[in-house]
């Protein structure tokens, strides 16, 4: 079964503030995706990739950049953090078909 | 466009009942791969199930199954002998065209299992 963890789990933070949120898989999937979670509008897509060094922009992605350092490891930097962006984050990754998530990490921008 | 829609924001059911909850979606492809995840009270979002078009037989995993009509878009994801637990939100997706692995998520319909 996939693995996927997500550091922190909860993080506050102020407007104008630097925030990383990291996500880690040990299944060996290619692709790896970032998705906020908000009431009323389900799981959007911020960014996503298929592998070390590559990024691809998902459906909400203003505000956010990503990286992913390793086939492992994919974070994701707000650098400029603003209450829109108070969310509940999801990493997740895939092989074939399903996706896997990671916990999530509720994160308040004041 | 591909869209994925629940029509059903809640049920609540009594405990060790069967439960049917409803998707629909919209593809132009021929082949495409369809799923259900389950989010738990403390966040946690679960796959539960998949069901590949090609294929004519109703997918089925433990107490959960689908109702696959390729004819009418919709992919309906039967609990049978609910518990307590449950308790969830359950979310419909598809994969998008192409070979990025991303899904189309539907809103969501939340269950509840009443004892």
């Known amino acids: 079964e996939a693995a996927v963890t997500q550091s922190p789990r909860n993080k506050v933070t102020v407007t104008g503030g630097n925030v990383t949120l990291s996500c880690r898989q040990t299944n060996s999937h290619n692709y790896m995706y970032w998705y906020r979670q908000d009431t009323g509008h389900g799981l959007r897509l911020i960014h996503y990739?298929?592998?070390?060094?590559?990024?691809q922009i998902g459906d909400v992605p203003d505000g956010y950049k990503a990286t992913r350092t390793t086939q492992e490891d994919f974070f994701l930097l707000l650098e400029l953090a603003s209450p829109s962006q108070t969310s509940l984050y999801f990493c997740a990754s895939s092989g074939k078909y399903e996706q896997y998530f990671g916990p999530g990490t509720r994160l308040t921008v004041l | 466009a591909q869209k994925v829609t629940q029509t059903q924001t809640s049920i609540s059911v009594m405990e060790k009942t069967t439960v049917t909850m409803d998707c629909v979606y919209e593809t132009r492809d021929s082949s495409y791969f369809l799923f259900w995840y389950k989010q738990t009270a403390s966040g946690e979002i679960v796959f539960l199930i998949r069901q590949d078009s090609y294929k004519k037989e109703n997918a089925t995993e433990g107490h959960y199954s689908l109702n696959f009509q390729k004819p009418k878009s919709s992919i309906g994801l039967i609990i049978t002998a609910t518990q307590i637990e449950d308790s969830a939100v359950y979310f419909c997706a598809m994969r998008v065209t192409g070979n990025t692995g991303k899904l189309i998520f539907g809103l969501g319909t939340t269950l509840q299992v009443q004892p």
């Open positions: 990739s298929y592998g070390a060094g590559n990024l």
